[in-house]
Structure formats: structure tokens, C-alpha cells
């Protein structure tokens, strides 16, 4: 079982940067492939970024490419991203989730956290 908690949203200005952060606890992230994903008012939760723990393999929606950046730590077990530039259109609640086998799609994931608040005003 993994356990996934989320921090580092937050409120700020077109243009700012934040870094989310996935603590992975329960079972370490090896063998997994963490994505984040982001849900907006009244909208489908939307594939954002994913990064294979063995390899470091990343991918990313065309719509945060060049903006955003996924990266791990294996000492800390968390994973991160990275989000330069933020637009006003970026605001939603950001989730992680892991599963064992790479895929875009939000039902394909097993494990979630609980989301964390982005609020980019313009």
C-alpha cells in the first residue's frame, strides 16, 4: 500500500512559479510510475506530468512543456514538480497518484493523494 501526501500549492500571480511536492510513505515509490494530474472546476481531472522511478523517464502534457518540471528524490522518497510561468488557466487542484506502468489516463491510478490548491490570478 502507498500512502501519498501533497504540499506546496498555494495563491499567486501570473508569471510566479511554485513547486508541489509528493511524499511517498507505506511503500517507497521503486518500481512505480508517479504522475500528477490536475482537476479544474467542472472539468476532467487532466494529465499533467509522469516520471518513472527506475530511469528517471519523464513525460509531460503539451500544455505545461517547457513550463513544468518533474524530478525525484530517492532519499526522500517524494517527487516534485516544478511549475515555471504559471498561467491563470493552470489553476486547479493537483493530485499525485502511482501506479506500476506508465499511462496519460487518471483511472489507470491506483494510489492518490488527497490534492493540493493552485491559484494563479492574473
Known amino acids: 500500500q502507498v500512502q501519498l501526501v501533497e504540499s506546496g500549492g498555494g495563491l499567486v500571480q501570473a508569471g510566479a512559479s511554485l513547486r508541489l511536492s509528493c511524499a511517498a510513505s507505506?511503500?517507497?515509490?521503486?518500481?512505480?510510475?508517479v504522475g500528477w494530474f490536475r482537476q479544474a472546476p467542472g472539468k476532467e481531472r487532466e494529465f499533467v506530468a509522469a516520471?518513472?522511478?527506475?530511469?528517471?523517464?519523464?513525460w509531460y502534457a503539451d500544455s505545461v512543456k517547457d513550463r513544468f518540471t518533474i524530478s525525484r528524490d530517492n532519499a526522500e522518497n517524494t517527487v516534485y514538480l516544478q511549475m515555471n510561468s504559471l498561467k491563470p488557466e493552470d489553476t486547479a487542484v493537483y493530485y499525485c497518484?502511482?501506479?506500476?506502468?506508465?499511462?496519460?489516463?487518471?483511472?489507470?491510478?491506483?494510489?492518490w493523494g488527497q490534492g493540493t490548491q493552485v491559484t494563479v490570478s492574473s
Open positions: 497518484a502511482a501506479r506500476k506502468s506508465y499511462s496519460t489516463y487518471y483511472r489507470d491510478y491506483g494510489y
Open positions: 507505506g511503500r517507497t515509490f521503486s518500481s512505480y510510475i
Open positions: 516520471i518513472s522511478w527506475i530511469g528517471g523517464i519523464t
